[in-house]
């Protein structure tokens, strides 16, 4: 029974190795659908479902209303109710209804879903502003809402800007995981900004794939965003990747 343990342990501690799991392949936008578009409640709830791990986008609204939106604009090009969304109240913002009825989410509801979810684990990606102040509150503001909802350990933050970094790592609890997106930074000089970890691009990691190994070796996670096929899921998954980022969770799992 011993080495039949034993065995069994060390099977486990490989796949766990090797293998990325179904929470660590993040649902960006949620799982969408028809039913479900990105960055909906229902997109949110179909990944809880399925088991995934789930990546939104936020951006602050004119009247200071957080809002859980990819942006800058909503609406397409060429469309004559296209707003764009920090320039725009939420009135205006909730009055133009996506694909399946629902209005644009607020941040406030979205976390209370992701209260009711359970274990589910979000990553927030906090969207560039116009000026380091917009992002600071919006920064701000993110950080407290997680906070009041007691959701610090399911929520990671990541953006594409340092000033927001930044303000994340500053006005998070210090257990708070935030990844710099920006493509442009090298491991060690993330390390050195006091950043958890690296979310790239598929396309710069192939290009750069040492990245994997000097991240690691510094403590930093690495995650992949943009993975679109299988292909791409087993390559990054052979090169080490801690987690990938994905609108095609389904096929990527696979």
Known sequence: KIMRRFFTLCLAAIASITMISAQQIVADGGLTSTKAPANTIAALEAAAKAGYAVKCDVNLAADGTIVVVEGPWLGEKGDPDRMNIQRSDYAMLSSKLLANGEAVPTLDAYLDKVVELGDLHLIIEVKEHATPQAESELARAVVTKVKERKLQGRVDYQSMRQHICNELKRMAPSSAMVYYMGNNLTPEYVEGLGYSGICY??????????????????????????????????????????????????????
């Open 201 to 254: 691009t598929i396309n710069t990691l192939k290009r750069i794939p040492r990245w994997f190994n000097e991240a690691h070796k510094l403590g930093l996670k690495v995650t992949v965003c943009g993975v679109a096929n299988t292909e791409e899921s087993a390559w990054a998954k052979k090169s080490g990747a801690d987690a990938i980022i994905t609108t095609s969770p389904a096929t990527i799992k696979k």
